[in-house]
């Protein structure tokens, strides 16, 4: 059944993809897919060119960043995950009083975010 459940998760997120209605929810969701695989560090390694990437920068801890930005995506409501565009600068600074970071910190990750969204 976890197995079913997966692929069906799986096909869902590839529909919301190619749909252009990829959320920071689904974002949040794939992280916590990616952290039940073990450590970030490790899993970058087996990728091609990661593990060199890791070695020339062994201060950078990439399961902290990972729980940054889960912390960033948890402080949002649930309609500022769906629509990143709602995020304000009022909405900055309480979305970054809420995870423990600066403000800066929010609009970097939402500008990544669309910039990822917009390459799929």
């Given at each position: 059944?976890?197995?079913?459940?997966?692929?069906?998760?799986?096909?869902?997120?590839?529909?919301?993809?190619?749909?252009?209605?990829?959320?920071?929810?689904?974002?949040?969701?794939q992280?916590?897919?990616?952290?039940?695989?073990?450590?970030?560090?490790?899993?970058?390694?087996?990728?091609?060119?990661?593990?060199?990437?890791?070695?020339t920068n062994?201060?950078?801890?990439p399961?902290?960043?990972?729980?940054?930005?889960?912390?960033i995506?948890?402080s949002?409501?649930?309609?500022?995950?769906?629509?990143?565009?709602?995020?304000?600068?009022?909405?900055?600074?309480?979305i970054?009083?809420?995870?423990?970071?600066?403000?800066?910190?929010?609009?970097?990750?939402?500008?990544d975010?669309?910039?990822?969204?917009?390459?799929?």
């Amino acid at each position: 059944i976890n197995a079913e459940y997966g692929e069906e998760e799986a096909a869902d997120l590839q529909n919301r993809m190619a749909s252009g209605k990829f959320s920071l929810n689904d974002f949040q969701k794939q992280m916590a897919t990616i952290r039940k695989m073990g450590p970030m560090r490790e899993i970058m390694k087996m990728i091609p060119g990661m593990g060199g990437l890791m070695d020339t920068n062994p201060d950078v801890d990439p399961g902290s960043e990972m729980k940054r930005i889960d912390a960033i995506i948890s402080s949002m409501t649930p309609a500022e995950r769906e629509d990143p565009g709602l995020i304000d600068h009022s909405r900055r600074r309480r979305i970054a009083l809420g995870s423990g970071s600066d403000p800066s910190d929010i609009s970097r990750l939402v500008k990544d975010f669309n910039n990822m969204a917009g390459m799929m």
